[in-house]
T-cell receptor
Framework: NAGVTQTPKFRVLKTGQSMTLLCAQD?????MYWYRQDPGMGLRLIHY???????AKGEVPDGYNVSRLKKQNFLLGLESAAPSQTSVYFC???????????????FGPGTRLTVT | GENVEQHPSTLSVQEGDSAVIKCTYS??????FPWYKQELGKGPQLIID?????GEKKDQRIAVTLNKTAKHFSLHITETQPEDSAVYFC????????????FGTGTRLQVTL
């Protein structure tokens, strides 16, 4: 099992460019999430998905779009990148029901994005 | 929405000493409280979690306590080791809502020899 993988690992964009971050999981999890991590602010939820074909907004969704066409993949898109979107992006996945009382989320290794 | 505050932001302890990290939450409906450990360059990993029907949970050197009345929960690490050095995040959520976690701002723990 690879767990949760993210591509790319690093990316530098110019203001106004677009890009897509890919998240893949091989644990057959129903739920998937995108977070951003900024210094001193912890992790903040951008968007999440409770199943194939469904997505919902999290705490900081502005400037991002997502799609979940396949159960194992969750894509995060930036249509017109801004310097404020410079961050480390983490994808996570989880089961829809507790396992042994836990709602553990499994995180990928992250994507470091810089927007100049 | 939920708001989680975490203290301290940095903590330095000597190897073998105990470390305590504290969090408070605002949403009285939150009922699931996990703790994640993040090592440098990696994604967070769950180390222990507690549900609101339990006041304390222990797993070897790690324990979590929950005070629902005060909306306060804490992580206790005993007999700290250098490999405990990392950033620790608390979080809170209501189960049944896609387990949407609200994270604290993190505590950087440094265990010195």
């Amino acid at each position: 099992n690879a767990g949760v993988t993210q591509t790319p690992k690093f990316r530098v964009l110019k203001t106004g460019q677009s890009m897509t971050l890919l998240c893949a999981q091989d644990m057959n999890h129903e739920y998937m999430y995108w977070y951003r991590q900024d210094p001193g602010m912890g992790l903040r939820l951008i968007h999440y998905s409770v199943g194939e074909g469904t997505t919902a907004k999290g705490e900081v969704p502005d400037g991002y779009n997502v799609s979940r066409l396949k159960k194992q993949n969750f894509l995060l898109g930036l249509e017109s990148a801004a310097p404020s979107q410079t961050s480390v992006y983490f994808c996570a996945s989880s089961y829809s029901q507790a396992r042994a009382g836990s709602y553990e989320q499994y995180f990928g290794p992250g994507t470091r994005l810089t927007v100049t | 929405g939920e708001n989680v505050e975490q203290h301290p932001s940095t903590l330095s302890v000597q190897e073998g000493d105990s470390a305590v990290i504290k969090c408070t939450y605002s949403d009285s409906a939150s009922n699931y409280f996990p703790w994640y450990k993040q090592e440098l360059g990696k994604g967070p990993q769950l180390i222990i979690d507690i549900r609101s029907n339990v006041g304390e949970k222990k797993d070897q050197r790690i324990a979590v306590t929950l005070n629902k009345t005060a909306k306060h929960f804490s992580l206790h690490i005993t007999e700290t080791q250098p490999e405990d050095s990392a950033v620790y995040f608390c979080a809170a959520s209501r189960t049944g809502t896609a387990s949407k976690l609200t994270f604290g701002t993190g505590t950087r723990l440094q265990v010195t020899l």
